[in-house]
């Protein structure tokens, strides 16, 4: 059974507009939620993260928005920008060691 | 910021050999990480290790499959035998915590099994 899961697969967005990704999960234990960028060839990078104790979470263009009774969440990127194109994977824990990613999200930002 | 420093980039091995993939981490981190992603597919845990030692592992993490940092130098994955499916792109990561802590990835090594 699938821990988090993401949708869209992918994401095309013009330049300026806001994109919007969703993720959900299944472990109502679950507690931390970071969202993490990836470009082609490199790691994935911690972009912003929320713990359940809040149901927003806001850093310049990006602001998570957090559902606990529905067990989701959705990433906003207002005025998108061609830099953001990447892959945003949501992902989840209990406060241990174990990290559950989705299978990502892949965001294209047209000029 | 800090980085954690997979080698090689890239390896290509025939099925049934062994294979070490290798990670430096962040200097002052404690947890050290491997994940296994296919190409277009989520980021799957395989193992995590403190202190010398596995805390906890996933199904993914078969028999063939170990790590150790010996002695404080690269925290190493080591597959042996190697299967077809075992083709993937793994990443190491490091916390400094465990506890709902920032997770930083190496670049990745791409592992290709003919």
């Known amino acids: 059974q699938q821990q988090v899961r993401q949708s869209p697969q992918s994401l095309t967005v013009w330049e300026g507009e806001t994109a919007i990704l969703n993720c959900s999960y299944e472990d109502s234990t679950f507690n931390y939620f970071p969202w993490y960028q990836q470009f082609p060839g490199e790691g994935p990078a911690l972009l912003i993260s929320i713990r359940s104790v809040s149901d927003k979470k806001e850093d310049g263009r990006f602001t998570i928005f957090f559902n606990k009774r529905e067990k989701k969440l959705s990433l906003h990127i207002t005025d998108s920008q061609p830099g953001d194109s990447a892959t945003y994977f949501c992902?989840?824990?209990?406060?241990?060691?174990?990290?559950?990613f989705g299978k990502g999200t892949s965001l294209t930002v047209i000029p | 910021g800090p980085k954690v420093l997979q080698i090689p980039s890239h390896q290509i091995i025939d099925m049934g050999q062994m294979v070490t993939l290798n990670c430096d981490p962040v200097?002052?981190?404690?947890?050290f990480y491997w994940y296994k992603q296919i190409l277009g597919q989520q980021m799957e845990f395989l193992v995590n290790?403190?202190?010398?030692?596995?805390?906890?592992k996933s199904k993914l993490f078969k028999d063939q499959f170990s790590v150790e940092r010996p002695d404080g130098s690269y925290f190493t994955l080591k597959i042996q035998p190697t299967a077809l499916e075992d083709s993937a792109v793994y990443f190491c990561?490091?916390?400094?915590?465990?506890?709902?802590?920032?997770?930083?990835f190496g670049h990745g090594t791409k592992l290709s099994v003919l």
């Open positions: 200097s002052n981190h404690l947890y």
């Open positions: 992902a989840a824990n209990t406060g241990y060691q174990n990290f559950y």
């Open positions: 290790f403190y202190n010398g030692k596995v805390m906890e």
């Open positions: 990561a490091s916390s400094l915590q465990v506890s709902n802590e920032r997770l930083f």
